[in-house]
Each structure stands twice: as C-alpha cells, then as structure tokens.
C-alpha cells in the first residue's frame, strides 16, 4: 500500500493511542473508485453452491450458538453496500436476521470489515452486530452462488451506480433479465427496496420491477410504516452525501409474489420521495 | 449529469494495440466440418462446412441439390431438423433461414430467410414453431418460423435507433445470463429451458415464462462446454466442463448424480460430451486437443455412467452423429489437406474405418478455396465457440490499467463527513426522518 504524506500522519496519530483498545476502521487511505466493470474477472471467494459456503467465519459469534447440524442462512442481502451504512443500522431494526453486505471493490470491503469488527468488540457484552458481515462479490454474477432458491426475505438496492451511458446500460444492477436471478433467490412475500438520487436510473429501476411478472409494489402505508425505509433514505454514506448536497432521492419497495396470476390489475404505481 | 468519462482503455480488435494472444495458433490448410445432424428418421445427414450447409441422402448416398446464392454468408452456428423434410439454420450472419426438402430427396429449398440483428452463437427448436437462439451477449431471444408478427425485428437501415434502444426494448428477449450462454436446451416435455453460460452455471427456467427460474444445477468449477438430454432418461442431463469434468443431473433437483473426473485422460482437459444414444445407453465425450472418443455406458436401473471404451480416432472430434443404427459418424479437425474430414465407427465391432461409402462420399468433397488467411487462423475457435468460454472483458486489461486505479473523478468521492462515527446504539441520537410521498 503507497501512503502519501498526509496518510502517515493519520496513522501515526492513530498508534499514539493505547494498542489494548481496537482502532475504528478508518476510511482506506486512498482514494477509492466510484465503479467497478461487473462483467470483469475479478477474483473472488466462492464455491460451486451455497450449501459449500462457510458461513462461521463471517458470523463467528452466531455460528458457535448454533445447534448441531444448524447452518447460518442469510436472510437479508445489501447489494452494493458500499461503506456498509446500511448493513450496520440494519443489525439494531433487524436484530433476529442474518444480514449480509455485497461489494465488488476490495477496498471498501477491508473497510467495512474493520468497521464491523471495531464495532462488534466494542459491543462485547451487549452481544450486538453479531448478525451483520459483508463479503466482497460481484452481485451479477454470482447470487446463486451464495444463495439458495426463496432464501432472502429482504433484497436492497442503494444508490446503485447510474452507468449513464448507454453502451454501459447492461451493467446496471436491474434490467429484467437479472430480476429473474433476484426473483429466485427471494422467498414469496419478501420484499426488494431501491433508492437514487439520479432520476433517470430511478425510471429505469422502477419501470423493469413494474413490468416483472414476479414483483408487485407494496401499499403505500405499508411502504411508510416499514421500518427499513427511513434507513434506505438516510443511513447509507451515499445517501448522506446527497443530503449533503441537498440532493433529491426516489424510491419503492416490492413484493416477490410467487406466480403472475397474483399480480394485482390496476394498481397504481407510486414514487416515494424526499422532497 | 454527462460528465463522468470512461476509461477508454479498452483495445478494439482492429485497432492497432490489439494482439491476439491465444496461446495455440493453429494454421490450418483445410477447414473441417462441423454440425453434423440427422433427421428422426435416418434418411438425411446435414453438416456445415464454413458458410456452407450440405445435406446427403443417406439411401441413394447423393447430395442434395442447393442454391448456392441461398447459401448464409458467414460461418453457421447451428443446423437443426424440426421435421423430417424440414431443415433450420442460423448463423453468423445474423439470418435464420428456413430450408424444406423435396419428396424425392433430391434438392433443399430455401423457405424463408430473415435477418435477426443478434450474432446467433447456440439455438434450439420449441415443440410450437418457435426457435430460441443465444446471442453473443448472454441473451435469449425467442422467434416465430411461422408467424412473422411475432418477430418484433426491426429494419436497421430504415430504423436509426442505436443498438442499445433496440436490446432494452427487445421483446423477443425471454431470459438472459450476465455472461456467455455455452449452451441451450429444451427438457422433453418442453416444460423447461436449460441454459449454461462460461460462469459454471446451468439455469433451469420455466418455458414459456422463462422469468420463473426453477432451479441452478451448480457443480462445475469452470465454464460448461456442451448438455445433453438424454430422450429415454428424461429426468436426466449430462454436462461436461472446462474443470476437467464429466457431469450426470438430476436437472430438475439441481443435483449432482455422478461426477467423472478426466483429468487422467489429459491435463487441464476440457470435456465435452458430443452424442447420447437413447437405444444402446452409450454417451460419446471428446476432449479439447486430445485425439480419442471416450464411451461411457449409462446404467438402466442405478443411472450412473461407467467407462466403456477408449477409441483413438487420429485428430481432434469436433461433431458425433449416428448414421443409421449401428455406425457413428465423426468430423475432426483437419490440419492437411490430405487429413481426412470424417471417419466412422463401426458399432458391431467397434472399428474406426475410413471406408465407408458415406465416408468416402464426404471426404472426397471439394475443399473451397479461402482467399482470406484470417479465417483460418479463427475459425477452429469459432466452430469449437471457444471464445464464448473465454473472459468477455479480459483480465488483461484490468492488468494494464492497474497502475491508473487510484486515480480518482472527484464527484465519485465520498467525503469523510459521510461516514459516521459508530455510536453506541443507546447513545445515538434518534434522527428524525422526514418522509414526504409524492405519487
């Protein structure tokens, strides 16, 4: 790792402090890139199936509480979780679930890692952020790998990256043909949020979930009461960095419904924003 | 928001940074044969040679009569039988075209030919008129032969939409993977739709609401070369994989039956199994470079593979067909034009001969003259869909544009500010969180 002047110092500031207490994760030294190319061959840890996948040393607390022939099931996904905003306000609305962050970039991943683990030690005798962890993925690609069918009961997609250009529309997060892989992992009822601060990909999200023959947009006071839609909203860094800016954000949640016949005629569409 | 600029990094195949790297170059002086395909009921073979399709009477051992004006223009990427007098092909070039044979099987006329705009790399035949075909992207696109208002084609030297306008608003896209499709296939109730792709995955999709994925039969560690449904074990499908490995499903459980390592056979092998005989139980396999074929007897009542029989054949198979009950026909890859384009093996006695009228009607056939190198050079990585296993962005690239990484846009940065401090969840303060909703 290169470190630049300005980065040394903070390390040193850093170490002046006792060593017995664990450092909170610091935001990586360099700068990091906004966008990762999903259809790169990036290296990742994962097995054939899920059923492979070794849980315990992401949830290490949670595993050893386990019955014999119990396995962790992560129940609830943030793709994209980016410095994990989300993933971490999600452990305290969503205390009995096993929630899982999704990144593609390594960097941001080390981070988040620190970050859970600083806040796990930190939290010792409360028990707390047991049921959070991230791993670092590529999300198009491999869901199937971690996942098993009708597994997750909440899917989130925060401030995905727009890929604005036209050329690039394919590595967007939603398109219908990836709806289907989403579908497939999400058991029936559960429910797939979403949120931007750039229109254009809200339309365009919105619009493929509308026309999902396995989705359904939720009621409105339903959407409203949801504990997990201020999160969506406020809790991620990106979301804070529009609000910083006083950006506008857009989003909806839907329901995996189990076949089409469910879907309900007539509904009227909704967009929740925050202005 | 226009700002943001790509990389631009990306080395196009003409420009003058592009090398082409595959690692074994091969010089061909003869192009082989590819596709072989019979009809149900044994009477005529057809077979691509480059652009070109050929159908033989296996009774009276004459080529059919064709138009050669009819003929594709670039390399055919399948040929299929919908009935016994009815031919489909697509290829390269983008077009579909239907073929249908005269009573006395004397010559092939072309029915309808219509252009797709999608690079056709795989395809398969519904049991309603329709043909599925795999573009080079991942999508699965779904066709009418017979009625063309189900055909949302669009003219593109009449349309001026981009490219990208046209593959979002597709409506004959049915399903799609985010990587290469290395193959497609119907289960024999045409219930389901099984489709692989170069990320080690087989999706088993529901047919005609391919949204509905079933099942992923997952196994493989490398990408998968080729399926098989064996007719007379419907519950079965046997892949092969670049991992060095033979695979028997349970396709519906996404299970696993069997796995036959064949590594022994060759190092890093590539399987691909090529033919299954659904009246003698005998499943066919090639390797990737490795000059044999490789039987395996699948067993009535435990259905598990066992190795049968190991028959060198002198040149690398591409294609397996049963000629008639009791003879395998095999294309090879030719290097000289003196290599032979086909063999076959005696199934009575298991003897590789060069002999046979068939074989002999085949191999004596007029080797084309290419006036363009380049197409030898590609053309045993496009017969074989080698490329469709490969990465699609290379790594390569990432490779070189490594050092450029912590280079930065400033608008994609997220500022310190945004990352808040973790509190204590009893000390933080309770936001307040304002929701307006807006229909």
Known sequence: MSETTTTTNTIDNKSSKPAATKKRAIKPYHKIKAHANPAADYEFDYKAKPSEYDWSKKYPELSSELKEGERIKVQVADVGCGYGGLTVSLSQTLPDKVILGMEIRAKVVEYVEGRIEKLREDNKEKKLYRNISVIKTNSMKLMPNFFEKGQLEKIFFLFPDPHFKKANHKRRIISPTLLAEYAYIMSIGGLAYFISDVQELYEWMFAHFKSHPLFQQIDKDLALSDPCVPLIVNSSEEARKVNRIEGKKWYAVFKRISNPSEKIENFENYTLTNF | ?439
């Open chain 2, 1 to 439: 928001m226009g700002g943001r600029k790509g990389r631009g990094g990306k080395a196009k195949k003409n420009s003058p940074g592009y090398k082409d790297t595959s690692p074994n170059q091969i010089t061909l002086k003869k192009i082989p044969l590819n596709l072989l395909a019979t009809n149900n009921n044994g009477s005529l073979l057809a077979f691509a040679m480059n652009n070109l399709l050929y159908v033989l009477a296996l009774e009276s051992k004459q080529f059919l009569t064709i138009d050669a004006t009819q003929q594709h223009q670039l390399i055919l990427s399948s040929i299929e039988f919908q009935k016994d007098n009815t031919l489909i092909t697509t290829s390269h070039d983008r077009h579909i075209k239907i073929w249908e044979i005269n009573n006395e099987l004397t010559s092939i006329k072309l029915v309808k030919s219509f252009n797709t705009n999608k690079k056709i790399i795989y395809t398969a035949l519904s049991d309603k008129d329709e043909i599925l075909v795999a573009d080079k992207c991942g999508d699965v696109l779904q066709y009418s032969l017979v009625d063309d208002s189900k055909n949302h084609i669009v003219d593109l030297t009449v349309n001026k939409q981009s490219k990208q306008d046209l593959r979002e608003q597709d409506k004959n896209l049915i399903l799609g993977h985010y990587s290469s499709i290395t193959d497609i296939r119907f289960s024999r109730d045409f219930k389901y739709l099984l489709t692989s792709d170069r990320d080690e995955k087989i999706r088993v999709s529901n047919y005609p609401n391919a949204y509905d994925i079933e099942v992923f039969c997952l196994a493989s560690e490398k990408y998968v070369t080729k399926l098989l449904m064996p007719l007379n074990k419907p519950s079965l499908m046997i892949s092969g994989s670049g991992d060095g490995h033979l695979y028997l499903w349970n396709w519906l459980e996404g299970k696993v039956l069997q796995k036959l390592d064949l590594n022994s056979l060759s190092k890093d092998a590539t399987v691909i199994p090529q033919h299954y005989n659904s009246n003698t139980n005998l499943l066919a396999v090639s390797i990737e470079n490795f000059n044999i074929i490789q039987f395996y007897q699948l067993s009535e009542n435990q259905l598990t593979l066992s190795q049968s029989l190991t028959l060198p054949v002198g040149s690398q198979p591409i294609s397996i067909d049963l000629v008639g009950k009791d003879q395998y026909l095999v294309s090879l890859v030719t290097m000289e034009t003196t290599d032979p384009f086909v063999l076959s093996i005696n199934t009575t006695n298991w003897q590789v001969e060069t002999d046979s009228a068939i074989v002999q009607l085949i191999n004596n056939l007029s080797i084309p003259t290419f006036t363009d190198s380049t197409i030898f050079k590609t053309y045993l990585h496009t017969i074989e869909k080698k490329q469709y296993r490969k990465y699609i962005s290379g790594t390569d690239e990432r490779k070189q544009r490594k050092d450029g990484d912590d280079k930065m846009v400033e608008d994609d940065l997220i500022e310190d500010d945004d990352i808040e401090e973790d509190l204590d969840p009893e000390n933080r303060p309770s936001k307040q969180i304002k929701l307006d909703t807006n229909i």
